[in-house]
T-cell receptor, first 119, second 118 residues
């Protein structure tokens, strides 16, 4: 099946610094990528949807100036957490999906996640 | 809006016991339904899916049937193993809203943690 990678798998940073997380589709072209946040013992919360070459669409309550998303190519999307604070500590998961002609739902493939800890 | 409700855990079973994790949904139109599994320390993996009413998804001994009349997609397995210990998420694909918007994004339930004891 299709593979999605994330880098780094875990990162510890100091409060006030910025952290970039990469999401790559390794064997397919992802016209759409999604970024989720998962709190302990809770479900995945969709943060934003990004289509290659256009601005990301953020879900309500997600600060777009804090969580910068770039989807510059069909195989790479990045999430940058700017001026990170301890409350941003979480598990961030990306997923990627190919474009389907006719708009029919196509399976999303998930990355393994990135554990961010802000001290 | 669209939503998924699944039974709260944790669920603790003995090996070879029968498993049911309930999942119901609310959606406009005809969503696709999914079960994802998250093993400790790993990312989500698609376990099975069903794209239309009465479809049965199955994989690794797990199965779930898309029941439109009861808006349910309950996950079942006849005999669980210790290796099935994980968190299970029920999800549906949301409505398509055009190329530039939230196009068929997944909506997840809160997850059910399953622990299987030897």
């Amino acid at each position: 099946g299709a593979v999605v990678s994330q880098h780094p798998s875990w990162v510890i940073c100091k409060s006030g610094t910025s952290v970039k997380i990469e999401c790559r589709s390794l064997d397919f072209q992802a016209t759409t990528m999604f970024w989720y946040r998962q709190f302990p013992k809770q479900s995945l919360m969709l943060m934003a949807t990004s289509n290659e070459g256009s601005k990301a669409t953020y879900e309500q309550g997600v600060e777009k100036d804090k969580f910068l998303i770039n989807h510059a190519s069909l195989t790479l999307s990045t999430l940058t957490v700017t001026s990170a604070h301890p409350e941003d500590s979480s598990f961030y998961i990306c997923s990627a999906r190919e474009h389907s002609a006719g708009g029919a739902p196509v399976e999303q493939y998930f990355g393994p996640g990135t554990r961010l800890t802000v001290t | 809006g669209d939503s998924v409700t699944q039974m709260e855990g944790p669920v603790t079973l003995s090996e070879e016991a029968f498993l049911t994790i309930n999942c119901t949904y609310t959606a406009t139109g005809y969503p696709s339904l999914f079960w994802y599994v998250q093993y400790p320390g790993e990312g989500l993996q698609l376990l099975l899916k069903a794209t239309k009413a009465d479809d049965k998804g199955s994989n690794k001994g797990f199965e779930a049937t898309y029941r439109k009349e009861t808006t349910s997609f309950h996950l079942e397995k006849g005999s669980v193993q210790v290796s099935d210990s994980a968190v299970y998420f029920c999800a549906l694909s949301g409505p398509l809203r055009g190329y530039g918007g939230s196009q068929g994004n997944l909506i997840f339930g809160k997850g059910t943690k399953l622990s299987v004891k030897p």
